[in-house]
Structures are given as structure tokens and as C-alpha cells.
């Protein structure tokens, strides 16, 4: 995934979290609701981690090899292993 893609895709999902925890702060959903609310916002809350932890490994990346000039590829897989 390009890194503009990830970048959309974060704030996508952040975006869409932000509005179902206004949804559900409102108390007005249903227990059923509410509950598929809330793991629709874990998926999305995961989604937002991985995003944030593949952003973390090229930083880190980027910033270890700045002192010896190299540029290492990021590969998102990296990250799942971290």
C-alpha cells in the first residue's frame, strides 16, 4: 500500500471512529446497537494502530540509516513483526 494510501485510509478510519463514538455517546442505539457499534470501532481502532505502526517502523527506518546515507525500502511486513 502507498504511503498515500495509508494516509488516507488512517484518517478515513479515524474520521469514522470519531463520529460512532459521538454516535454512541449519545445513548441512543440500542444494547444490539451498541455492541456492533463498538466492534465495528475495535476493527476500525486496529486499523488505526497498524496504520500508526507502519508509520513508526519508516520513521525508524529513515532515521537509522540517515546517519550512513542508505535508504532502506519500508515494507509493511515489518511492522506486522514488530
Request: aromatic fraction near 4%.
Amino acid at each position: 500500500m502507498s504511503e498515500k494510501n495509508t494516509e488516507i485510509d488512517f484518517e478515513k478510519a479515524l474520521a469514522e471512529l470519531e463520529k460512532l463514538v459521538e454516535t454512541m455517546e449519545k445513548g441512543e442505539l440500542t444494547l444490539e446497537e451498541s455492541l456492533k457499534q463498538f466492534e465495528h470501532g475495535v476493527s476500525l481502532t486496529r486499523s488505526c494502530q497498524k496504520a500508526l505502526a507502519e508509520a513508526e517502523q519508516k520513521v525508524r527506518i529513515l532515521t537509522r540509516n540517515s546517519e550512513s546515507g542508505d535508504l532502506t525500502e519500508f515494507e509493511a511486513d515489518r511492522a506486522d513483526n514488530a
